[in-house]
C-alpha cells in the first residue's frame, strides 16, 4: 500500500517538527539565556511554517483523497483507520482557515496579549476590553469557517475536546453546581479550627525535588524517558513518547506548591508515555484530548497523591525524609492537611473543592458573552458578582479577577471546560478501575499506586488519539460522561476530611 | 531588490534549521533522557533533510544566478556580496554531490562509528580497519566530486579550512617541527623537579564551575546571552548570536580540566557572540573556519589564562575563592604549575607544547593514507614509531594511539590540521593586537584581558564569514599566515617556565 506508506512519511516529518517545536519551546522556558528570545521566536515561525506547509499541502490532501476506499476497508478501531480518519480531520480543520484569517488571528492574538500583560500588571481591563473582544470575535469567525452542529460555540469547544456539545456542558456542570454546592456551603459553615502551620514550615527545593520524584518515579515516572526542570509556571511536554519533561517551581515556605505541582505534570507524562510504541510519529502518539490529560492528572494529584491512604503510606518516609516539617504530626494530620478547602480567588491556587466553580463561571462568562448576551464591559462586574455568588468573596482589584488568567489574552475560547470535565473523567474511569482492582485505598496504603497507573496505561493512556474522548470513555468505563461518581466522590471525601 | 530579499529570506530560513537543528544536538548532550534517543535521531533526520533540500533548491540555484549582475554592482568586501558569494560556494558544493553518494557516506559514517567504539573499547585495530579504509575512499570519492586545485587533499582541507592548501600546511608545518623540537628536547632534558601536587587537590565540581564562569564572565561571556553546563565531551555550540552554549566535565581531583576547558570554549563562544547582529539569520553569522576559531579558543585557554600575568591577577582571587587548592602557593607556583610539560599519550590531555606534535602526526599519516603511501593496515604502528621519534613515548595499545580520536570515524578528514593553524593564527593576531595595545601582560595583569577580546572582537569577530581565513588573516595583521609568531612564543614562554 504505497500512498499509506507516504502518509506516514508524512506523518512523520509533521511529528518531528511538533517534537522539535515542543523542544524550541522547552528550552525557552528552562535554560534559554535571555537575550536568545528574539531569534527563537523566529526559530519556532519557521518550523510552525513549515509543519503548516507540510500539514495543508496539496500532496497530503490528494494523499487522502486516494486512500477513501483503503480507509473503508479497514476495520473500525484499527490504527490504521484512526490515523486516516484523524489526518483527514486535521487536514480539513486547517485548510478551511484562509491565510488571511491565520494572518489576522495571529497578529491579534500577539496584540491581546501584550495588552493583557499591562492590563493586569495595572490591574485595568480598560486596557484589554478591545482587544478581548476582538478575540471573541475571531473566535465567533473561526466558528462559521469550521461549521458546527446545534451551537457555534461547539466549534470552539471541539478543538479542545473532540465531540464535546455546549448543550452537554451546561447540563453537566449544572448537575455539578446543584450537587456539590451545598457541600461547599456545609464546610463553609462547619468552620475549620485545624492547625495548618505544618504546610507552611520551611523546606529546602533541592529537598522538595528530590521527595517529589521518589514519588513519580513508584507511580511509574522513570527518569530513563522523563526528567524534571524548574520553570515560573509548572507544565509538562514531551517530544516523543520516550522524552517526557515536567517542570514545577519551588515555594520553601510551602512544599506543596511543588510536590502537587510536579504530582500533576506525573500524571500527563504517564498518559504521553503510556502511548502504545507502535503509534510513534504518527499522528495518534499523544493523548486524545485536553479533557482526559486532566483526568489524569489530577487523578494523581487529588485521588492518588491527596487520598488518606497515600499519606498512611508515605508518612514515615516523609517523617524521615523531613522531618522539620512533619515533627509529631500524623498521617491523618498530613491528610486533612493538604485537603484543606477554603473559597479564594485564584484558580491555579484552589483546593479540589472548589476549583470547578472557578472553571464554571468561567465557562458560563465565556459562552455569554460568545452568545452576545453579556457584553465584553460588563464582564468584571459580572465576574465579581458569580464570585460573590457561589464563594462568598468579592476580587479586590480585576488583576486579583477577571485579568488572572492568560487563557482569553491567546485567544484560548473553549478550553476552560476541560479543567473541570477533566475531574469528571477522572472518577468514571477510576470508579471503572475499582472495578477490576479492587479496593483503591489498599493498593495505595501498600504503595501499589502504580497498579491503578497500570490499569490507566492498559484502557486509557496506550490507544494516544485512536478514539476520540468520547468513544474511550465509553470503552473504558462502558458508560457516556456523568457528573455522578465526582459529586460522589467529593461529598464522601469532604464529609469525611470536614467530618460532616 | 526583489531576488536579493528572496535570497535572505531563504538563508534566515536555513539558519533557523540549523540553530533549530543546533540545539536537538545540544539537548541529546546535555538533558535529553536516555531513552529518547531514538526519536531524537529522526528529529534530526527530518530536520537535516529539510534543510538541505531548502539548501539545495532549484528555486536556490535560479534565484543566485539571476542575482550574477547584481553581485558584479556590490562593492568588494560589502556585506550582501559576501553573501551572495558565500551562497553560491555552499550551494555548488552541496549540490556537487550525487544523492547516492550522500547516502552512501551517511550510512557508511555510521558504521564506522559503531565499528570504532567497539574497535576502541576492545583496543582492537583490526575491527576498524577495513571501515577505516572506506572512510578514506569516501574522502578521495569527495575530492573527485568536487574538484581542487593541485592536490585532491585541498578538497578536503577546504570544508574546514576554505583555501588552505597541502602545500602551505607541510611546509608550515615543517617549519613549526625544525623551530619547537629542539626547544621540546631541551625542556625534557632539563628534567623538572617541580612540584606538581597542587594540579591534584580536591575542588568541588561546583566550585570550579563558580570560579571558571566569573573569569569567563570577566572576559566577556555574560550569561545574558550565554550558559554553561555538564557533558561527557566539552565543547561550544550556538543557535544564534546571542545564545551561546558552552559544556564542560569536572574531574575534582584535577581542576585544570574544568577550568581550562571553559576559557578555551569560552573563546569559541566570545567569537560567535562577537558576529555583527546585522548578519543574523545569514550564512556569514558564524565563524569564517575551523582555525579561526581554534585561535580565539586557544587565545583565551593559553595566551591569557595559562600566562604569568594572568595568575599575578587572579592568585588573591582564587587563594580566597580556594584556599584548600591554594595553599601558600604563590602566582608564579600556579603559572608555573598550569604549563607543565609532559610527552603524553593523549591528543586532549596534552601541554602546549607537545600538543602540535600530536597534530603534527595526525596530519602526516591522514595524508599519506589519503595518498596511497601508507597502506592502511600498517597505520597503528606508524603511529606508534611517530610518537616514539617525536615525544619519546609508545602507546602500550592502539587505544591510547591510533584509536583515540573521532574524528576518522565520523569522516572527518582535512579536519586536524586546523587545530595547530589555530595556535599560528592565535599568536599572528596577538602580535598585531599588541600594536593597537601596548604590552599584554600588563593588560591581563590589570584585569582588563577582555580589551584583548574586544581587539578581537573588532578585528576578527565581527566579521563572521564577510572575509575567507586567508583575507581575514591578511586584513588583521597585515601579514599572511606564518609559523614564526607562535615559534617566538612558544620559545619565548617555555625557555622562561623551564629557565633555559
Same mark, same amino acid.
Given at each position: ?5 507516504? +502518509?506516514? #512519511?508524512? $506523518?512523520?516529518?509533521?511529528? /518531528?517538527?511538533?517534537?522539535? *517545536?515542543?523542544?524550541? !519551546?522547552? @528550552? ?31 500532496? +497530503?490532501? #490528494?494523499? $487522502?483523497?486516494?486512500?477513501? /476506499?483503503?480507509?473503508?476497508? *479497514?476495520?473500525?478501531? !484499527?490504527? @490504521? ?12 480543520k ?32 480598560? *486596557? ?14 473561526y466558528?462559521?469557517?469550521m ?8 466549534a470552539a469547544l471541539d478543538d479542545y475536546e473532540q ?127 485536553l ?121 484560548l475560547?473553549g478550553y ?85
Open positions: 500500500m504505497e500512498q499509506l506508506k507516504e +502518509l506516514k #512519511n508524512i $506523518l512523520g516529518q509533521i511529528s /518531528d517538527l511538533n517534537g522539535t *517545536l515542543g523542544l524550541l !519551546s522547552w @528550552d525557552q522556558e528552562t535554560y534559554m539565556p535571555e537575550k536568545g528570545a528574539e531569534s527563537r521566536a523566529r526559530q519556532m515561525a519557521t518550523l510552525a511554517k513549515i509543519s503548516h506547509e507540510t500539514s495543508t499541502s496539496e500532496k +497530503l490532501g #490528494n494523499l $487522502l483523497s486516494d486512500l477513501n /476506499d483503503h480507509e473503508a476497508s *479497514l476495520e473500525e478501531g !484499527s490504527a @490504521d483507520a484512526a490515523m486516516i480518519r484523524v489526518a483527514r480531520r486535521d487536514y480539513g486547517l485548510t478551511r482557515l484562509p491565510l488571511d484569517f491565520v494572518e489576522r488571528q495571529t497578529l491579534a492574538r500577539n496584540r491581546a496579549h501584550h495588552a493583557w500583560i499591562r492590563a493586569r500588571k495595572e490591574s485595568n481591563f480598560s *486596557l484589554f476590553q478591545d482587544h478581548l473582544q476582538e478575540m471573541f470575535d475571531l473566535a465567533r469567525e466558528a462559521e469557517l461549521g458546527y452542529e446545534e451551537h457555534p460555540y461547539n465531540g464535546a456539545k455546549v448543550s452537554e456542558v451546561r447540563e453537566t456542570f449544572a448537575n455539578l453546581r446543584k450537587d456539590t454546592l451545598p457541600l461547599l456551603r456545609a464546610v463553609i459553615d462547619a468552620g475549620d479550627a485545624t492547625d495548618y502551620s505544618i504546610l507552611n514550615r520551611p523546606l529546602a527545593a533541592e529537598k522538595q525535588k528530590e521527595f517529589a520524584m521518589r514519588v513519580a518515579r513508584d507511580l511509574g515516572l522513570s527518569p530513563e524517558f522523563s526528567r524534571l526542570d524548574t520553570t515560573a509556571h509548572p507544565f509538562q511536554t514531551n517530544f516523543s513518547i520516550n522524552d517526557i519533561r515536567i517542570t514545577t517551581r519551588y515555594d520553601e515556605t510551602y512544599w506543596p506548591t511543588a510536590l502537587y505541582g510536579v504530582w500533576h505534570e506525573t500524571g500527563h507524562g504517564l498518559y504521553e508515555h503510556g502511548v502504545n510504541p507502535e503509534l510513534e510519529r504518527t499522528n495518534l502518539a499523544r493523548g486524545t484530548s479533557g482526559i490529560h486532566e483526568s489524569q492528572s489530577r487523578m494523581v494529584e487529588n485521588m492518588i497523591c491527596r487520598s488518606r491512604a497515600f499519606w498512611q503510606h508515605h508518612h514515615a518516609d516523609f517523617k524521615a525524609f523531613a522531618p522539620e516539617v512533619v515533627g509529631e504530626a500524623s498521617a491523618e494530620d498530613l491528610y486533612r492537611a493538604v485537603n484543606r478547602v477554603q473559597p479564594s480567588l485564584i484558580r491555579v491556587e484552589a483546593d479540589e473543592l472548589t476549583y470547578n466553580f472557578h472553571i464554571m463561571l468561567r465557562f458560563e462568562l465565556e459562552l455569554a458573552v460568545f452568545e452576545g448576551s453579556l457584553a465584553i464591559k460588563d464582564l468584571p462586574e459580572a465576574w465579581n458578582q458569580k464570585m460573590q455568588d457561589d464563594l462568598g468573596i468579592t476580587p479586590p482589584n480585576d488583576a486579583m479577577g477577571v485579568l488572572q488568567d492568560i487563557h482569553w489574552s491567546a485567544g475560547i476552560f471546560p476541560t479543567y473541570s470535565l477533566g475531574n469528571l473523567y477522572a472518577c468514571q474511569l477510576w470508579n471503572a478501575a475499582a472495578k477490576d482492582l479492587g479496593d483503591m485505598d489498599s493498593l495505595i496504603a501498600q504503595g501499589e499506586a502504580s497498579r491503578i497507573m497500570g490499569w490507566m496505561r492498559e484502557n486509557v493512556h496506550q490507544y494516544g488519539k485512536i478514539y476520540s474522548p468520547r468513544e474511550l470513555i465509553q470503552k473504558a468505563t462502558g458508560a457516556p460522561l456523568s457528573a455522578e461518581h465526582y459529586v460522589q466522590y467529593l461529598n464522601t471525601k469532604y464529609k469525611d476530611v470536614y467530618r460532616l
